[in-house]
């Protein structure tokens, strides 16, 4: 793989307020790399500087080989963008816009394929889509000009549970075409499940870039395990396990906290018991619980 985008010490602020503070990161060809942390961390601030959209006060930025501000027109060719919010003509038909979008481009997609593809409706005008048309819409439109970088932006903000899983399916399906892909997210789940690797950003600055099962590693989270025996267990006999860091009753169930070997460890001392273990339940810290761990802080 090569490398698409650089980011060296990049620096923005507005007024008294320093909104990217010395951000540096690198995205492959072919991957979806993630900007993640909560509201106000800088994100869409760092992506419109690569974009071209802002003006850094310090550091560079190489997207493709270009400036993204030397070189905006070559780089608009070639880069598509779908802004966190952005606004069409409410008795805008969806193919009329597809069409529109694709005539500023010298080699455009096929507006056709990307209407059956997505699966939005041709003659429906903007203002009667649902938020999960219009989420669609959005990416065909950063996708109209057959781009190799694709920037999203907050992607499924607003949308419900199943409309967000639907459009996850979709920039997976993107990506398989070949297109980078940048994600700018808030959502932890949405990260988890979409990013191969990803930079958390919090109050302007990197914390951490890496894959989002190594980013759970880094910040050592412990697994949970909870369950109702079958019948009466000496809690010493887990408690003293390798791995185990804690054991604990909360009436009719046993919670037990450890390393990753604890439910294999656990496991294997309640079958040479003959207990079963009933209503077992099983928690993994995830990439919510590693940014939690990283900068000790909750999302909202």
Same mark, same amino acid.
Request: glycine share 10%; hydrophobic share 45%; aromatic share 4%.
């Given at each position: 793989?090569?490398?698409?985008?650089?980011?060296?010490?990049?620096?923005?602020?507005?007024?008294?307020?320093?909104?990217?503070?010395?951000?540096?990161?690198?995205?492959?060809?072919?991957?979806?790399?993630?900007?993640?942390?909560?509201?106000?961390?800088?994100?869409?601030?760092?992506?419109?500087?690569?974009?071209?959209?802002?003006?850094?006060? +310090?550091?560079? *930025?190489? #997207?493709?080989?270009?400036?993204? %501000?030397? $070189? =905006? !027109?070559?780089?608009?060719? &070639?880069?598509?963008?779908?802004?966190?919010?952005?606004?069409?003509?409410?008795?805008?038909?969806?193919?009329?816009?597809?069409?529109?979008?694709?005539?500023?481009?010298?080699?455009?997609?096929?507006?056709?394929?990307?209407?059956?593809?997505?699966?939005?409706?041709?003659?429906?005008?903007?203002?009667?889509?649902?938020?999960?048309?219009?989420?669609?819409?959005?990416?065909?439109?950063?996708?109209?000009?057959?781009?190799?970088?694709?920037?999203?932006?907050?992607?499924?903000?607003?949308?419900?549970?199943?409309?967000?899983?639907?459009?996850?399916?979709?920039?997976?399906?993107?990506?398989?075409?070949?297109?980078?892909?940048?994600?700018?997210?808030?959502?932890?789940?949405?990260?988890?499940?979409?990013?191969?690797?990803?930079?958390?950003?919090?109050? +302007?600055?990197? *914390?951490? #870039?890496?894959?989002?099962?190594? %980013?759970? $590693? =880094? !910040?050592?989270?412990?697994? &949970?395990?909870?369950?109702?025996?079958?019948?009466?267990?000496?809690?010493?006999?887990?408690?003293?396990?390798?791995?185990?860091?804690?054991?604990?009753?909360?009436?009719?169930?046993?919670?037990?906290?450890?390393?990753?070997?604890?439910?294999?460890?656990?496991?294997?001392?309640?079958?040479?018991?003959?207990?079963?273990?009933?209503?077992?339940?099983?928690?993994?810290?995830?990439?919510?619980?590693?940014?939690?761990?990283?900068?000790?802080?909750?999302?909202?």
């Amino acid at each position: 793989m090569s490398t698409v985008i650089e980011v060296h010490h990049l620096h923005k602020r507005y007024g008294d307020k320093v909104a990217v503070d010395d951000v540096s990161f690198t995205v492959e060809q072919g991957e979806i790399f993630g900007i993640l942390g909560p509201n106000g961390a800088g994100k869409t601030t760092t992506v419109e500087c690569v974009e071209g959209l802002r003006t850094p006060d +310090g550091g560079a *930025v190489s #997207v493709l080989g270009l400036d993204p %501000l030397r $070189d =905006r !027109a070559e780089l608009t060719r &070639r880069v598509g963008v779908q802004l966190q919010a952005g606004l069409l003509p409410d008795n805008l038909r969806v193919g009329e816009a597809l069409e529109l979008y694709a005539s500023f481009y010298p080699r455009p997609a096929d507006w056709r394929a990307l209407l059956h593809d997505l699966g939005l409706p041709a003659k429906s005008r903007y203002a009667a889509l649902s938020g999960g048309q219009k989420q669609r819409l959005s990416i065909a439109l950063a996708l109209i000009g057959d781009p190799d970088i694709a920037v999203l932006d907050e992607l499924t903000t607003g949308l419900d549970p199943q409309a967000r899983r639907d459009t996850w399916a979709l920039i997976e399906g993107v990506r398989a075409r070949g297109v980078t892909i940048v994600l700018v997210t808030h959502f932890m789940e949405e990260a988890e499940r979409l990013c191969d690797r990803v930079a958390l950003i919090d109050a +302007g600055r990197v *914390v951490v #870039v890496d894959t989002p099962a190594g %980013l759970a $590693d =880094r !910040a050592q989270i412990e697994q &949970r395990l909870q369950f109702r025996p079958s019948r009466e267990l000496d809690v010493a006999l887990l408690a003293d396990l390798p791995g185990v860091t804690g054991v604990t009753r909360r009436g009719e169930l046993i919670v037990v906290t450890g390393d990753d070997t604890v439910v294999g460890a656990v496991m294997a001392v309640l079958a040479r018991n003959q207990i079963t273990a009933e209503r077992l339940r099983v928690e993994q810290g995830g990439l919510e619980a590693a940014f939690v761990q990283l900068t000790r802080k909750d999302l909202p």
